[in-house]
């Protein structure tokens, strides 16, 4: 089946700091790629909607410069947490679409700022 | 009130039992409705898949939805310790193979205790 590798599964940061989260589609094209966040015990808010080579759609509420995507191939979708603050630290939840399953989601990664 | 609702649990049983799953929604215009399980600090993983109305059975699940009730349910037969995980139900206006994003419920924390 489809494979979305998502990297790191873990980073801590010092607060002001930036850190960059990179999802890949490994055997398939990802058209559109999603990013979302999870809060203990919430579900999956989503953050963003990429498409290949085009600006991201934000969700209503999501700071565009604060957390920067970048899709620059059919194969990579980066998120760039700008500045992080300790109210940013959860998990982060890549998903492409375009692969046999429909949507595919990464591993996740789990983002502390101390 | 949310698009999809879904009790959060926990929900603990024995092995061996039949579990129910269930999200309610509003949003009368979804069409394509989906489970997903998620284990500890990992991404979902896509389970059941159905289109509008109806049963669909995969091995120990059985997946149904009921449009006339905006309700649907996740059956798990002869549950196994292994089935610990959260389980989140997703929709749709639009396939899985398309970019409509996902609409998730909150999750529901299960628990099978040998």
């Known amino acids: 089946g489809a494979v979305v590798s998502q990297h790191p599964s873990r980073v801590i940061c010092k607060s002001g700091t930036s850190v960059k989260i990179e999802c890949r589609s490994l055997d398939f094209q990802a058209t559109t790629m999603f990013w979302y966040r999870q809060f203990p015990k919430q579900s999956l808010m989503l953050m963003a909607t990429?498409?290949?080579?085009?600006?991201?759609?934000?969700e209503q509420g999501v700071e565009k410069d604060k957390f920067l995507i970048n899709h620059a191939s059919l194969t990579l979708s980066t998120l760039t947490v700008t500045s992080a603050h300790p109210e940013d630290s959860s998990f982060y939840i890549c998903?492409?679409?375009?692969?046999?399953?429909?949507?595919?989601f990464g591993s996740g990664t789990r983002l502390t700022v101390v | 009130q949310k698009e999809v609702e879904q009790d959060p649990g926990p929900l603990s049983v024995p092995e061996g039992a039949i579990v129910s799953l269930n999200c309610t929604y509003s949003n009368s215009a979804f069409q394509y409705f989906m489970w997903y399980r998620q284990y500890s600090r990992k991404g979902p993983e896509l389970l059941m898949y159905?289109?509008?109305?109806g049963n669909k059975e995969d091995g120990r699940f059985t997946a149904q939805v009921d449009k006339s009730s905006k309700y649907i349910s996740l059956f798990i037969r002869d549950s196994q310790p292994s089935d610990s995980a959260t389980y989140l139900c997703?929709?749709?206006?639009?396939?899985?193979?398309?970019?409509?994003?996902?609409?998730f419920g909150q999750g529901t924390r299960l628990t099978i205790n040998p």
């Open positions: 990429s498409n290949e080579g085009s600006k991201a759609t934000y």
């Open positions: 997703a929709m749709s206006a639009m396939g899985i193979q398309g970019a409509q994003k996902l609409v």
């Open positions: 159905t289109y509008s109305s």
């Open positions: 998903s492409a679409s375009g692969g046999a399953d429909g949507y595919t």
